[in-house]
């Protein structure tokens, strides 16, 4: 019980309690949001011809992606990632008012992000010899590290929106 009266005689809680970021679910609107800002940047730069041979290395490696050159050309698989990008954005977007468009967004955001994660063990060079090796990274592996950790967010979100829609 002392914890409690001095957590909330605290100031700094009593501040942070008036100014919101105590909020219920402040959190999930946040990692939501930032997720649709993150698709709509990362879609935007596949229309551009200097995206298109920035992603050689990682579509040409990528164990779950490597199809789209065969089937797209460059420009087309750059402009295939753009589009789902974009989609998989509106979608967690829309995720805000409706749960279910929400759960979709979350799907192929996971998708998404399963397939960017798998490259890393098999990209070129990933791991600098010279330091001895796994785990000390190189070239465009640091890149994709960043994918982990979306990847979660994206696995919160599915859960998230799967038990609010459940309680509705």
């Known amino acids: 019980m002392t914890t409690l009266a001095n957590t909330a005689q605290n100031p700094l809680v009593r501040?942070?309690?008036?100014?919101g970021l105590l909020a219920e679910d402040l959190d999930y609107h946040v990692v939501r949001a930032s997720m649709v800002i993150m698709f709509f940047?990362?879609?935007?730069?596949?229309?551009?011809?200097?995206?298109?041979?920035?992603?050689?290395?990682?579509?040409?490696?990528?164990?779950?992606?490597?199809?789209?050159?065969?089937?797209?050309?460059?420009a087309g698989a750059?402009?295939?990632?753009?589009?789902?990008?974009?989609?998989f954005g509106s979608l967690l977007l829309?995720?805000?008012?409706?749960?279910?468009?929400g759960v979709l967004g979350s799907l192929g955001s996971t998708g998404t992000l399963i397939a960017t994660v798998t490259i890393i063990p098999f990209m070129p060079e990933?791991?600098?010899?010279?330091?001895?090796?796994?785990?000390?990274?190189?070239?465009?592996?640091p890149f994709l590290m960043k994918d982990v950790v979306l990847l979660a967010v994206s696995f919160y979100l599915l859960r998230q929106d799967l038990v609010r829609l459940t309680r509705q």
């Open 15 to 19: 501040v942070l309690e008036r100014s």
């Open 78 to 87: 750059s402009y295939f990632l753009g589009a789902s990008e974009w989609t």
């Open 126 to 141: 990933g791991w600098d010899i010279a330091a001895g090796g796994f785990p000390a990274m190189t070239g465009n592996v």
């Open 94 to 101: 829309a995720g805000f008012w409706d749960k279910r468009l």
């Open 41 to 74: 940047f990362f879609g935007y730069q596949k229309w551009f011809p200097y995206e298109f041979e920035r992603l050689v290395p990682f579509i040409s490696n990528g164990p779950l992606i490597w199809w789209l050159y065969p089937v797209f050309g460059h």
